[in-house]
């Protein structure tokens, strides 16, 4: 079936510093790429998501690139703030199998003042 | 707001208990998941639904089963509760596929203890 694996599984960045959050994916009908964020004792909330049309989509600090070739997509963080500290899920949906979406393992961001 | 509500934060069972987990959605989504999510596994699905009634296994469905009577409401049931059951649950819910893949929303999760 579908894996989806994450890296790196914890990340620290000093505040202001950019982070990069990398996954990648088997299946090549994969065509929608969320990202998730979860705070501490909270749901994971999406952030910004990607579908395999399109190369890159930016949300003021936050980006994210993907390629199809190499089956890999990525998550940038600019300009952190203390605030980004969290959980991050990537995850990636195949189409026409009813919406279910497999996640990666999450990457804890910190960042410190 | 996409708002999902799962009716408790945290949850303490016994082995053995039949246990469950309540979870509603208030903007007439028709899929809706659920998920448990352990450290270093990210989130696995158990089961999730298309409609009511209907009912689709997902990856790690063993020890669990679903209702979904109305479409706002979807319930996971743990038959007899065992302690590698403990863990953090989330439900979702999100539009049918159509044109494109549509995000999930999340509510905020059930942290279940087996003792």
């Known amino acids: 079936g579908e894996n989806v694996e994450q890296h790196p599984s914890t990340l620290s960045v000093q505040e202001g510093d950019s982070a990069v959050i990398k996954c990648t994916y088997s299946?090549?009908?994969?065509?929608?790429f969320p990202w998730y964020k979860q705070e501490l004792g909270k749901g994971p909330q999406l952030i910004i998501d990607i579908r395999s049309n399109v190369g890159e989509k930016k949300d003021q600090r936050i980006a994210v690139t993907l390629n199809k070739t190499a089956k890999h997509f990525s998550l940038h963080i600019t300009e952190t703030q203390p605030e980004d500290s969290a959980v991050y899920f990537c995850?990636?949906?195949?189409?026409?199998?009813?919406?279910?979406?497999?996640f990666g393992q999450g990457t804890e961001l910190s960042v410190k003042p | 707001d996409v708002k999902v509500t799962q009716s408790s934060r945290y949850l303490v069972k016994r082995t053995g208990e039949k246990v469950f987990l309540e979870c509603v959605q208030d903007?007439?989504?028709?899929?809706m998941f659920w998920y448990r999510q352990d450290p270093g596994l990210g989130l696995r699905l158990i089961y999730f639904?298309?409609?009511?009634?209907?009912?689709e296994k997902g990856d790690i469905p063993e020890g669990y089963s679903v209702s979904r009577e109305k479409k706002e409401r979807f319930s996971l049931i743990l038959e007899s509760a065992s302690t590698n059951q403990t863990s953090m649950y989330l439900c979702?819910?999100?539009?049918?596929?159509?044109?494109?893949?549509?995000?999930?929303?999340f509510g905020d999760g059930t942290r279940l203890s087996i003792l």
């Open positions: 979702a819910s999100s539009p049918p596929v159509l044109e494109a893949n549509q995000p999930q929303h």
């Open positions: 639904s298309y409609d009511v009634k209907m009912k």
């Open positions: 995850a990636d949906m195949i189409y026409n199998q009813g919406g279910k979406l497999i």
């Open positions: 903007m007439d989504h028709e899929n």
């Open positions: 299946d090549s009908a994969s065509n929608y």
